[in-house]
Structures are given as structure tokens and as C-alpha cells.
């Protein structure tokens, strides 16, 4: 069974940073591009960053561009999301997904597995 | 990274069909066959119903079928249940990201 398990989250001052991490099991982790999707409270979805099944092609949206860096350990099935100079409006549930199809780039299928995400708070 | 334009709400009975679409750009929808769409339910993850425009993943009922026709993405659900009630999402790769539409609530008469 494909289980994804977000983790990291938590209440963060602006200008701060926080890592989250995604545990990956079921499936052949270094086979599939990654990627991490936010949900504001109350808002849409929103693709923040993905990273190919080498780490050799990786995105960002402009709204974290600079700030956000992802990256992933395949030796341990884990994703990692390090979030930099926070703002108020990167507060959201945070979702790691996978993308359906093997040896992608960041040109995403589609999201066919999602992690139950972590909740990101930034406030002073 | 304009987000896609989706209907804020559609509603329909069961048993009727219904329609979303889902209008980008040449730049996204236009130019790659790289559409999905996803169902979200109140405090559930999305799930995906459709990829790649028009597949469906295991599972999914065949009520759902996704199509494309330009720039415009559509997403059809036939034969209306009530657990169809909920949000959904385009999604559609624009060359060096991904773009989500800003989601649309079906809701079951």
C-alpha cells in the first residue's frame, strides 16, 4: 500500500524557517517525481515545488522562488521541503504528492498519492 | 503562473450529468496534454479522477471523463450521486510549473 507521511509543520515567526519531510513507503520512491502542494485555510490548491525522480529537474512557484528549496534522500524514501523568510501568506496544510507516471521530470500526470499534510502556521 | 479559470459552483440532480471547465492558456492547457483533475472532499486529501486530459486512474468510475478542446479543459460527471458532492480542481503543467484552477463546488440537488 502507497502511504505518503507528511511531518514538520508547526507555528513559525515571519522572517523564520521550518523543514518539512515526507515519508515514502509502497512503491519504488526513486522510480517517481515528487512534488509539494499547499492549501491555504478556506483556499484552493496551489503547487508550490517538484522535484524529478534523479533530482535532476526541479521547479518552483514564482510565489517561493528563492525562499523554498526541495530536495529528496533516496536511500530513505524521504522528501524535504526547506521553507525560508516565511511570510503570513505561506501559512497552508502542506501535501507531498506523487506523480502517476515513473521517470518524469517536474512535467506532472498528475497527483495520484497525497500525504494526509502538515499544517504550517506563520504568525507573530 | 495565472491560475486556471474554473466556475466557482455547478449543481445538478442525480442521475443528470454535469460539466466543469477549465480555460488556460497557450502556454498550459493549450500546448500539453498534461491536464488532471482532482476531487476534494471537506477535510480530506484530493484525489485524482482523471490525468493526462482524458485517463482515468484505477478505481474511478467511468462517470468521470476528461477532455480537451484548446485552451479549455473539461471535466464531465455523468449519472450524479450524491457522494459526488464536492470541490474540484484542474491542474495543468505550463512548461517549467504546474497551475491549479481555483477549484469549483458541484453540488448534488
Known amino acids: 500500500e502507497v502511504q505518503l507521511v507528511d511531518s514538520g509543520g508547526g507555528l513559525v515567526q515571519p522572517g523564520r524557517s521550518l523543514r518539512l519531510s515526507c515519508a515514502a513507503s509502497g512503491f519504488t520512491f526513486d522510480d517517481y517525481a515528487m512534488h509539494w502542494v499547499r492549501q491555504a485555510p478556506g483556499k484552493g490548491l496551489e503547487w508550490v515545488s517538484g522535484i524529478s525522480w534523479n533530482s535532476g529537474s526541479i521547479g518552483y512557484a514564482d510565489s517561493v522562488k528563492g525562499r523554498f528549496i526541495i530536495s529528496r534522500d533516496n536511500a530513505k524514501n524521504s522528501l524535504y521541503l526547506q521553507m525560508n523568510s516565511l511570510r503570513a501568506e505561506d501559512t497552508a496544510l502542506y501535501y507531498c504528492?506523487?506523480?502517476?507516471?515513473?521517470?518524469?521530470?517536474?512535467?506532472?500526470?498528475?497527483?495520484?498519492?497525497w500525504g494526509q499534510g502538515t499544517l504550517v502556521t506563520v504568525s507573530s | 503562473q495565472s491560475a486556471l479559470t474554473q466556475p466557482a459552483s455547478v449543481s445538478g440532480s442525480p442521475g443528470q450529468s454535469i460539466t466543469i471547465s477549465c480555460t488556460g492558456t497557450s502556454s498550459d492547457v493549450g500546448t500539453y496534454n498534461l491536464v488532471s483533475w482532482y476531487q476534494q472532499h471537506p477535510g480530506k486529501a484530493p484525489k485524482l479522477m482523471v490525468y493526462?486530459?482524458?485517463k482515468r486512474p484505477s478505481g474511478v468510475s467511468n462517470r468521470f471523463s476528461g477532455s480537451k478542446s484548446g485552451n479549455t479543459a473539461s471535466l464531465t460527471i455523468s449519472g450524479l450521486q450524491a457522494e459526488d458532492e464536492a470541490d474540484y480542481y484542474c491542474c495543468s503543467y505550463a512548461g517549467t510549473s504546474t497551475v491549479f484552477g481555483g477549484g469549483t463546488k458541484l453540488t448534488v440537488l
Open positions: 504528492a506523487k506523480d502517476h507516471n515513473p521517470y518524469r521530470g517536474i512535467a506532472v500526470a498528475g497527483f495520484d498519492y
Open positions: 493526462e486530459g482524458s
